[in-house]
């Protein structure tokens, strides 16, 4: 039986990204070359993902048309792309690798996007949630009330109605759809 899965900001073929810090100075990603991410990012996806499975990349797939033209091909399964602000090549480009290029899908009772949608979005009684990228280590915050014993002060906390599947949130593999919920605020 053929299964789903769920990744986003892939960003093959960006050198610049593996230089990229946290917001401690922790290194986003942990190679030193492109080249070394990239084939390692084919080698997760191809280890989860079989030919016959369906995978949905939230957005930001590559940074260069030689990476989208090198790697779509390589990768297992039936691929849609949520398109995201990075996926900037012309339709002709992904359709040759995607069965379907869209701004955003319902799949069960969740939105797919690559930017996060309104919270507006999702207060309807068939929508769980929104399943994102383009965040990637970060997670959707809101504020709640805390109390305390000298009184009530706001915190911020992971909001549970988004779950982010950019690849640094999801050890650079695609999960697959019915474990997503196992990712809620952030958690992995």
Same mark, same amino acid.
């Given at each position: 039986?053929?299964?789903?899965?769920?990744?986003?900001?892939?960003?093959?073929?960006?050198?610049? =990204?593996?230089?990229?810090? #946290?917001?401690?100075?922790? @290194?986003?990603?942990?190679?030193?070359?492109?080249?070394?991410?990239?084939?390692?990012?084919?080698? +997760?996806?191809?280890?989860?993902? /079989?030919?016959?499975?369906?995978?949905?990349?939230?957005?930001?797939? $590559?940074?260069?048309?030689? $990476?989208?033209?090198?790697?779509?091909?390589?990768?297992?399964?039936?691929?849609?792309?949520?398109?995201? #602000? /990075?996926?900037? &090549?012309?339709?002709?480009?992904?359709?040759?690798? &995607?069965?379907?290029?869209?701004?955003?899908?319902?799949?069960?009772? &969740?939105?797919?996007?690559?930017?996060?949608?309104?919270?507006?979005?999702?207060? #309807? +009684?068939?929508?769980?949630?929104?399943? /994102?990228?383009?965040?990637? #280590?970060?997670?959707?915050?809101?504020? @709640?009330?805390?109390?305390?014993? =000298?009184? =009530?002060?706001?915190?911020?906390?992971?909001?549970?109605?988004? =779950?982010?599947? *950019?690849?640094?949130?999801?050890?650079?593999?695609?999960?697959? &759809?019915?474990?997503?919920?196992?990712? +809620?605020?952030?958690? *992995?």
């Amino acid at each position: 039986m053929a299964s789903v899965f769920l990744i986003g900001d892939s960003h093959f073929g960006h050198k610049n =990204i593996c230089h990229f810090t #946290n917001y401690d100075g922790s @290194r986003v990603r942990p190679w030193d070359l492109v080249e070394e991410m990239d084939e390692a990012m084919v080698e +997760r996806w191809n280890n989860v993902v /079989h030919p016959c499975d369906k995978v949905y990349h939230l957005g930001d797939f $590559a940074m260069t048309k030689a $990476a989208l033209l090198s790697i779509s091909p390589r990768l297992n399964g039936t691929k849609v792309l949520i398109r995201g #602000n /990075h996926d900037i &090549f012309k339709l002709k480009d992904y359709a040759q690798f &995607f069965k379907d290029v869209r701004g955003s899908h319902k799949l069960g009772d &969740f939105i797919l996007s690559h930017i996060p949608v309104h919270p507006d979005s999702i207060t #309807n +009684r068939w929508c769980k949630g929104n399943v /994102h990228g383009h965040m990637h #280590n970060n997670v959707v915050m809101v504020e @709640r009330e805390m109390e305390t014993g =000298i009184g =009530i002060f706001p915190e911020m906390v992971p909001d549970l109605r988004y =779950i982010n599947v *950019s690849v640094e949130r999801i050890n650079f593999t695609p999960v697959p &759809f019915e474990n997503v919920e196992c990712y +809620r605020g952030g958690g *992995s």
